[in-house]
């Protein structure tokens, strides 16, 4: 059994008077959160035990906070410093601008006949909620809820709310299919299953907008201007939307195009930041923000839920080695051109085919021997 956790995005409705309820305690909420920053900031005290024995007071009577929504002004603040140190190894003091606050499942916020009982500082609200495509989530037989964010955004108020749910972990013997996930920028995947079938899906839209925007940040960073930066976050912003779309969309496209117990085969793309120095310049751009890694994470969880599972391979040689052969050399591969031609036996196709194929027999060599899957790549089929 293994847990699978995503959020779930739930729109609610708010009258005049709850709306001025919800401002205010977000508003509250955000002013506590810069206290308590100040606070580690000067400390580097991360420990909540010690800083609740040197703020909590403090904090409830400056701010008229309840005792649980102290409690998580000092989690949400400590878990974005450990982000911030994680990711960028030194101490930065975050500071929280956007409206919202955490709630704790059935403290802060409950659901009771169809309404969302949430905290305020006034007192509760209920709220209607926009249940279309969110139906599943409310199976609490298959779900649970966990910590929330509410959230203001365009003058919409939303709960952020990580959904979990148990599922059987697929079991190597249970595998009935393969598949070999290649992943570029000429073709976000390129594919090649069980049945010997290849499936690409183009890059070149996704890199001409990317272009665009690249062109647009430079413009408006040349302009050093309050607005121009203000413009600059938001365009940041939406990118990323954007391409996590784009990616859910991918994801979804592979998982609901095979079988249950379909076992994924990707490229282990950890290390794709040490070798920009192998990179023209003009490329690295691309190369290194391009989201393999948020690709990777989503056909995780959308696999787990459809009963299949992903595994990551050392990448070496996957597009220098033939699949029919097994001939390995670097000049089989024309980067160019995108074209693999074996030096031994001929054997030629799109070079990121190539790399689909093998990382197809890199899967049924991970298989036990009795798998179900076909264990060879027949001449005839590729």
């Not at 001025?20 to 506590?32: G, K």
């Not at 975050?94 to 403290?107: E, H, I």
């Not at 890199?207 to 121009?228: D, F, I, M, N, V």
Request: hydrophobic residues 30%; proline residues 3%; contains cysteine.
């Amino acid at each position: 059994m293994m847990q699978i956790t995503t959020i779930a995005k739930i729109q609610v409705q708010a009258t005049p008077e709850q709306r001025e309820m919800l401002n205010a305690t977000m508003s509250t909420y955000r002013s506590a959160c810069n206290f308590v920053s100040n606070y580690i900031f000067q400390t580097h005290d991360l420990k909540q035990f010690s800083l609740n024995k040197a703020l909590y007071y403090d904090l409830r009577k400056r701010y008229g906070l309840k005792s649980q929504m102290a409690q998580s002004v000092f989690k949400t603040v400590i878990a974005r410093y450990k982000t911030i140190l994680e990711n960028q190894h030194e101490w930065i003091k975050p500071n929280f601008s956007k409206p919202q606050y955490d709630l704790v499942w059935n403290r802060d916020y409950s659901l009771t006949q169809n309404l969302f009982s949430v905290n305020t500082l006034s007192g509760r609200v209920k709220l209607p909620y926009y249940s279309d495509g969110m139906e599943k989530y409310f199976d609490h037989d298959t779900y649970s809820f966990g910590t929330a964010k509410f959230v203001k955004k365009h003058g919409k108020y939303f709960l952020h709310i990580p959904v979990t749910r148990d599922i059987l972990e697929a079991l190597d013997c249970d595998v009935c299919n393969v598949v070999g996930v290649d992943r570029g920028i000429n073709f976000v995947v390129a594919t090649y299953d069980s049945k010997h079938k290849s499936d690409f899906v183009s890059g070149k839209a996704i890199k001409q907008k990317r272009a665009k925007y690249k062109q647009l940040r430079k413009e408006l960073q040349q302009r050093q201007t309050p607005s121009a930066r203000r413009r600059l976050k938001a365009i940041g912003q939406r990118e990323n939307r954007w391409m996590q779309d784009v990616n859910h969309q991918v994801s979804k496209a592979l998982v609901e195009s095979n079988p249950k117990h379909t076992l994924f085969v990707l490229e282990d793309l950890s290390g794709i930041r040490s070798v920009t120095e192998r990179v023209r310049r003009k490329d690295r751009y691309v190369s290194v923000s391009w989201s393999f890694y948020d690709l990777e994470q989503k056909l995780k969880y959308k696999a787990a839920l459809n009963e299949s599972s992903v595994i990551t391979v050392d990448p070496r040689y996957t597009s220098q080695t033939c699949p029919v052969c097994g001939h390995t050399e670097k000049s089989n591969r024309d980067k160019k051109r995108h074209v693999f031609c074996c030096k031994s036996c001929g054997y030629t196709s799109n070079d990121d085919r190539i790399g689909a194929m093998n990382l197809y027999r890199m899967g049924i060599s991970y298989l036990a021997k009795d798998s179900q899957v076909p264990d060879t790549v027949s001449p005839q089929h590729v």
